[in-house]
């Protein structure tokens, strides 16, 4: 403790004077106590964070996760130490695993870079469990913070993340890689959740959150303690593009217009998408809203990129689905005849 509180004295930063360049260093987590793979912790032991700066009681709660799952009786902030006290001990022979998320902010809100992990056991070693990999996040504006969480699997139900306690937890850095340390290998089926914490309280129960798992279920035993699992975390209303090319008749090169439609409007008159074909008939209808569509085309005669009404529609697909996220290839679609008639 001493050799840490010595540290504190060397590292700390003061603030900006009134007046001065604007804060804007993002704080970090320096040093910790019990240490990082620390062995043979005593069950009562506190744990102690030496931070860049000062940051509030509050927004370090918000930002803490502790596995297994407990929560601190007092933190108390002493300029840049951190002191965190537990009603109960931790068990023995335990792996305990805490996480700081990019939550914790300094007065200035600037936020961490990147998540803080470490464990330690009350035992004589780390579990040697670990679940690592990378998240392909596809969203809607900004949207809190990503997460990934590992859920036993009791039973022949499926892991509820809305209200079951995981094994192990961690949020997704900004290169969309995760870890997961500190796991029990024993066996215990397990499933894999990706998740949108949208107001980052890590629950998954309010608007604009949502979650995807693995397709399978996993298995961490002695023998193979490790496991690399990639997920893909959509948002629902995450749009996607359409993909395709016009065929075109030769010796025609008046500029085409493609448009999108849904497909209960029977009408026509209010696209989705527009785009401009290229010269070569492909076409890419970007940003479209989930659900089902219809593509229609014209010959943009005057190159203006809009449609008026002298410019007839030609319906070239009737129906095609938008998932989110999801780029869809439609394929060659006959384009529309914009050169006259030859004459016989």
Not at 38 to 61: F, H, K, N, Q, W
Not at 84 to 99: A, G, H, K, Q, Y
Not at 324 to 331: A, I
């Amino acid at each position: 403790m001493a050799a840490l509180l010595l540290f504190a004295a060397g590292c700390a930063r003061p603030g900006a004077p009134s007046g001065g360049p604007e804060d804007t260093i993002r704080p970090a987590v320096l040093a910790t106590l019990p240490e990082s793979l620390g062995v043979g912790v005593p069950t009562d032991a506190a744990i102690v964070l030496e931070l860049s700066e000062s940051v509030s009681r509050d927004v370090l709660d918000r930002a803490l996760w502790i596995h297994p799952q407990t929560t601190p009786r007092k933190i108390s902030v002493s300029g840049t130490r951190a002191e965190l006290l537990f009603r109960e001990d931790w068990p023995e022979s335990t792996t305990i695993t805490v996480l700081i998320s990019t939550q914790l902010e300094d007065k200035r809100r600037n936020s961490m870079a990147e998540p803080y992990q470490w464990s330690f056991t009350t035992g004589d070693s780390i579990a040697p469990g670990v679940v690592r990999g990378s998240v392909e996040k596809i969203t809607v504006g900004k949207r809190g913070q990503a997460l990934v969480a590992v859920y036993p699997v009791l039973g022949d139900t499926l892991p509820d993340p809305m209200v079951e306690v995981p094994d192990g937890l961690t949020q997704v850095r900004s290169d969309g890689s995760y870890r997961i340390p500190g796991l029990v290998p024993d066996g215990r089926l397990r499933m894999v959740y990706a998740m949108a914490d949208a107001n980052a309280n890590r629950e998954i129960l309010g608007p604009g959150e949502y979650f995807t798992a693995q397709p399978e279920s996993l298995l961490l035993t002695p023998e193979n303690p490790t496991a690399e699992i990639s997920l893909r975390l959509v948002d629902p209303a995450a749009p996607g593009n359409i993909n395709g090319t016009l065929l075109r008749e030769t010796g025609d090169s008046t500029a085409v217009g493609v448009e999108l439609f849904p497909a209960e409007d029977d009408s026509l008159r209010l696209a989705t998408v527009r785009a401009a074909a290229a010269a070569d008939g492909g076409f890419s209808l970007l940003n479209a809203p989930p659900g089902g569509y219809r593509i229609a085309v014209y010959c943009d005669g005057n190159g203006n990129g809009f449609r008026d009404p002298r410019e007839p529609l030609l319906v070239v697909l009737d129906q095609v689905v938008v998932l989110p996220g999801v780029d869809v290839d439609v394929g060659e679609l006959p384009g529309p005849r914009c050169l006259p008639p030859k004459e016989e």
